[in-house]
């Protein structure tokens, strides 16, 4: 078995596949090294098992990074529509379920086999189960220190993701080796993750668990200030769903999530101006716009009677109760961290790594792609075309 090569991969998850697949169809001798037995557990689990594998949106707008131009170059040069033709060649069925989010047909097993058929058209050489022991420099080329014996590359990609969903096997192995080779860090948080409360501020909610309804959700202020319009979930320990999802990888620790449970209609003004005309009451009212579960504990919560007429509550409670449905802002006291997060925000500091080949400026050729890096895309198959984007761009270049 040969142990030297012309890139070594470390990660056969969605980015490391795809690099490996582009570098060895383009000539090079490539080694896939992964500590898993199963290939790209992170694919199979997406989607409810049928892989949000990309959004027909996806641009520079859709990410989160201290850097923000640094997306534009892998993005502009590797679509969602690059991929829809891959998947085209594989005859994979798919379908667009909102908001520019593709899903298979079938399952997501489909699109890992298509990447292991990549891999294998560009006679790419597996080491799975293998788990890197060390890493080091000799001359030009890396040594792969493997409990499978060394491993010699003059290329390293790593593209081992970061800290999300550890019992699939996230590790900080990126961040690890980034540090060894002296690359800075944005510092890591879980990203697109449920927020908690403060089990007294939460209590009066706990009976509207379940409960699921569109909002608009923001956070931050001017031009940090980030708003979606997804729908928002709540639970036992507080809340969930696309909406805070998506908020969640904006929030910071100690400020307040803004919602508007009823993003069509100025509460309000409605309620004030409906007193001479309006007779049914206000839980009726609010059912109208609500869940009716909701527009009841949303009432009890805010101390007022389901069973009371407008016409008889001063504009001033009318006004208050208006804000309150237009304008909840809550402070979350933290989040259900790496083990429901489904993505790490930060990473590998892309200021250390060229947008053209993902590979460090001040350590050549060592790359990171995928997840490792701060690059985080939105809730809704953004993620993945990074991972495309990025593999491909790292691939090319190898």
Same mark, same amino acid.
């Given at each position: 078995?040969?142990?030297?090569?012309?890139?070594?991969?470390?990660?056969?998850?969605?980015?490391?596949?795809?690099?490996?697949?582009?570098?060895?169809?383009?000539?090079?001798?490539?080694?896939?090294?992964?500590?898993?037995?199963?290939?790209?557990?992170?694919?199979?689990?997406?989607?409810?098992?049928?892989?949000?594998?990309?959004?027909?949106?996806?641009?520079?707008?859709?990410?989160?990074?201290?850097?923000?131009?640094?997306?534009?170059?892998?993005?502009?040069?590797?679509?969602?529509?690059?991929?829809?033709?891959?998947?085209?060649?594989?005859?994979?069925?798919?379908?667009?379920?909102?908001?520019?989010?593709?899903?298979?047909?079938?399952?997501?097993?489909?699109?890992?086999?298509?990447?292991?058929?990549?891999?294998?058209?560009?006679?790419?050489?597996?080491?799975?189960?293998?788990? !890197?022991? $060390?890493? *080091?420099?000799?001359?030009?080329?890396?040594?792969?220190? %493997? @409990?499978?014996?060394?491993?010699? &590359? =003059?290329?390293? !990609?790593? $593209?081992? *993701?970061?800290?999300?969903?550890?019992?699939?096997?996230? %590790? @900080?192995?990126?961040?690890?080796? &980034? =540090?060894?080779?002296?690359l800075r860090l944005v510092e890591p948080?879980?990203?697109?993750?449920?927020? %908690?409360?403060?089990?007294?501020?939460?209590?009066?909610?706990?009976?509207?668990?379940?409960?699921?309804?569109?909002?608009?959700?923001?956070?931050?202020?001017?031009?940090?200030?980030?708003?979606?319009?997804?729908?928002?979930?709540?639970?036992?320990?507080?809340?969930?769903?696309?909406?805070?999802?998506?908020?969640?990888?904006?929030?910071?620790?100690?400020?307040?999530?803004?919602?508007?449970?009823?993003?069509?209609?100025?509460?309000?003004?409605?309620?004030?101006?409906?007193?001479?005309?309006?007779?049914?009451?206000?839980?009726?009212?609010?059912?109208?716009?609500?869940?009716?579960?909701?527009?009841?504990?949303?009432?009890?919560?805010?101390?007022?009677?389901?069973?009371?007429?407008?016409?008889?509550?001063?504009?001033?409670?009318?006004?208050?109760?208006?804000?309150?449905?237009?304008?909840?802002?809550?402070?979350?006291?933290?989040?259900?961290?790496?083990?429901?997060?489904?993505?790490?925000?930060?990473?590998?500091?892309?200021?250390?790594?060229?947008?053209?080949?993902?590979?460090?400026?001040?350590?050549?050729?060592?790359?990171?792609?995928?997840?490792?890096?701060?690059?985080?895309?939105?809730?809704g198959g953004y993620n993945f075309q990074?991972?495309?984007?990025?593999?491909?761009?790292?691939?090319?270049?190898?």
């Open positions: 078995m040969s142990n030297q090569y012309d890139v070594a991969v470390i990660g056969a998850g969605a980015a490391g596949m795809m690099c490996a697949a582009v570098a060895g169809q383009n000539g090079r001798k490539v080694v896939m090294i992964d500590h898993a037995s199963r290939l790209a557990e992170k694919i199979r689990i997406s989607g409810g098992g049928r892989c949000n594998f990309t959004n027909l949106h996806a641009g520079p707008q859709n990410y989160l990074s201290e850097n923000p131009h640094f997306c534009k170059s892998a993005l502009s040069r590797y679509t969602p529509q690059d991929f829809l033709a891959l998947m085209k060649r594989y005859r994979i069925a798919w379908h667009e379920k909102h908001k520019g989010q593709l899903f298979c047909d079938d399952s997501a097993e489909q699109v890992i086999d298509m990447l292991k058929a990549e891999c294998d058209n560009g006679h790419v050489a597996w080491r799975m189960p293998c788990k !890197v022991e $060390a890493i *080091g420099r000799e001359g030009e080329r890396f040594v792969i220190g %493997t @409990d499978h014996g060394s491993i010699l &590359a =003059k290329n390293l !990609v790593i $593209a081992t *993701g970061g800290l999300s969903i550890p019992k699939i096997g996230a %590790t @900080d192995f990126a961040f690890r080796i &980034a =540090k060894q080779f002296g948080r879980p990203g697109l993750v449920p927020l %908690t409360f403060d089990t007294g501020a939460w209590e009066p909610f706990v009976p509207l668990a379940g409960i699921s309804l569109e909002v608009g959700i923001e956070t931050g202020e001017k031009k940090s200030r980030m708003h979606f319009r997804e729908d928002l979930l709540f639970t036992h320990r507080g809340l969930s769903g696309p909406a805070v999802l998506q908020i969640s990888s904006f929030w910071r620790p100690g400020t307040a999530l803004t919602l508007n449970l009823v993003p069509e209609v100025d509460v309000a003004q409605t309620l004030v101006e409906g007193k001479t005309t309006i007779r049914k009451n206000l839980g009726n009212i609010l059912s109208q716009w609500l869940p009716s579960r909701l527009a009841d504990g949303w009432l009890q919560a805010n101390g007022f009677r389901t069973d009371a007429r407008i016409a008889d509550l001063p504009d001033k409670q009318l006004r208050r109760l208006g804000e309150s449905l237009n304008r909840w802002a809550i402070v979350p006291n933290g989040s259900e961290g790496y083990r429901k997060a489904e993505v790490t925000c930060g990473g590998v500091d892309t200021r250390e790594l060229s947008q053209q080949s993902m590979m460090a400026s001040r350590v050549p050729g060592l790359h990171f792609i995928g997840e490792a890096m701060d690059v985080t895309g939105w809730l990074w991972a495309w984007a990025s593999g491909v761009a790292a691939g090319l270049s190898l």
